[in-house]
């Protein structure tokens, strides 16, 4: 079974820069039609969408993250990054990595912390 675990969760200021990882055991994307997923959930709010990533590499970003957020992957290291620019306290969040295939696969990471604040 595929487990996803979340790191680089940190305190940062705001207009600050954070990449946070998510390392996939075994090869994600060898699982046919894997996509790969960025949500935060903030206090009092529901879980939402950041990113998202295909397997053929396409990628959707949130309006409200739209030209700060980037997601990318590194196959050979089993990795997929969120790249957060230009911070702001509304970003504070903890950050969950999903893989999803089809209706039957789906596998959610720990989650990871990330906090925007002077």
């Known amino acids: 079974q595929v487990q996803l675990v979340e790191s680089g969760g940190d305190l940062v200021q705001p207009g600050g820069s954070l990449r946070l990882s998510c390392a996939a055991s075994g090869s994600i994307w060898r699982i046919p039609a894997v996509a790969m997923g960025w949500y935060r959930q903030a206090p009092g709010k529901q879980r939402e969408l950041v990113a998202f990533m295909n397997s053929s590499g396409n990628t959707k970003i949130a309006d409200s993250v739209a030209g700060r957020f980037t997601i990318s992957r590194d196959n050979a290291k089993n990795t997929v990054y969120l790249q957060m620019n230009s911070l702001k306290p509304e970003d504070t969040a903890v950050y969950y990595c999903?893989?999803?295939?089809?209706?039957?696969?789906?596998?959610w990471g720990q989650g990871t912390q990330v906090t925007v604040s002077s």
């Open positions: 999903n893989a999803r295939s089809g209706v039957s696969f789906d596998v």
